[in-house]
């Protein structure tokens, strides 16, 4: 269960869940519904009470990310850029007319929405030891969220595992799969060097992900 020192993989499939406790307790992404108990149970693993959660960092909305927020009796804001900030709380809707906004609105029928406290997160901003990258293209409120001290990237879905390494997330699954690659480009670019990537689906990266990122950003 332990990723990194600090960081741990709570879920792993199908969406990754991962906590941090750097002093704080962060909870990265949240699984799909049924997620919520392995969550909680993990958390309480770890000796602590999922009501001791400080923040949660939503790479995206989509539902296999945000599944559990409703029922995990959380009881912290969550960061998420926008526009998917106000997804997940209602405050507005995916777009009808668009293939991405479409599957979100019909699979988010299936989710309760968390009361919870959403805050938009901005590029470059720093949360806590995390500092948010905008990658937009899977989503246009992606983001990044780069732990610099525990020297680990959580890349969300702008990337995905595969053959122990890194690729593009898979084109027909992207709002914008072009603008997809800029991000990737752009993340290779702006951040620092870290050891460990952190996606939202398939294994880890545990060594050299910041290099596995570049070698796919020059693909592209």
């Excluded at 799909?32 to 000796?47: F, H, M, N």
């Excluded at 019909?106 to 990658?135: C, K, M, Q, W």
């Excluded at 060097?193 to 050299?208: C, K, L, R, S, V």
Aim: glycine letters at 10%; one cysteine or more.
């Amino acid at each position: 269960m332990e990723l990194a020192s600090r960081v741990y993989r709570l879920v792993d499939g199908p969406s990754n869940v991962y906590l941090v406790d750097d002093g704080d307790l962060t909870l990265v992404d949240a699984g799909v519904p049924s997620d919520a108990k392995a969550i909680r149970e993990g958390i309480r693993a770890l000796g602590h009470a999922v009501v001791d959660v400080d923040r949660v960092l939503l790479t995206h909305y989509d539902y296999d990310h945000v599944g559990a927020l409703a029922s995990l009796g959380l009881n912290a804001p969550i960061h998420a850029g926008e526009p998917d900030a106000t997804y997940v709380t209602g405050a507005a809707k995916p777009p009808l007319f668009d293939k991405k906004g479409l599957t979100q609105r019909v699979l988010g029928r299936n989710l309760d929405l968390p009361d919870l406290t959403s805050v938009p997160v901005t590029d470059g901003e720093v949360i806590g030891g995390f500092r948010a990258y905008h990658t937009p293209g899977h989503t246009m409120g992606h983001m990044v969220y780069l732990h610099e001290e525990l020297d680990i990237a959580f890349l969300g879905d702008c990337v995905r595992e595969s053959e122990s390494t890194l690729q593009p997330m898979t084109g027909w699954l992207c709002a914008d799969a072009e603008r997809n690659h800029e991000s990737i480009k752009d993340l290779s670019e702006r951040t620092p060097t870290f050891d460990y990537g952190a996606p939202g689906h398939g294994e880890p990266i545990t060594a050299g992900a910041s290099a596995v990122l570049r070698r796919v950003a020059a693909g592209l």
